[in-house]
């Protein structure tokens, strides 16, 4: 069985799942320090796509529910350092 994917809600603060070669780029064009902060805006259920406003970089984009995780767990995981605000 597989485990259960996270349900986001609108609000939601999420970021990325980190992959070992993955570079996160801000709207200057620079390479941020971390993956970037994003909050759930909207949710498409039809093919479970999550809409999500990203901070650093200004944009809107639809993500699948594997690549994203709440910012709570992050958090929990790596430390509130490793976030770029």
Avoid at 46 to 72: C, H, M, P, R
Wanted: negative net charge; glycine residues 12%.
């Amino acid at each position: 069985m597989a485990a259960e994917q996270h349900q986001y809600e609108v609000g939601d603060l999420v970021t990325f799942i980190e992959g070992e070669t993955w570079v996160f780029i801000g709207r200057d064009g620079q390479e941020l320090g971390g993956p970037p902060i994003g909050i759930v805006i909207g949710l498409e259920k039809a093919y479970n796509g999550i809409k999500v406003y990203w901070f650093a970089s200004d944009t809107l984009t639809t993500e699948w529910n594997s690549q994203i995780q709440s910012l709570e767990d992050f958090i929990a995981a790596k430390g509130e350092q490793s976030v770029y605000w």
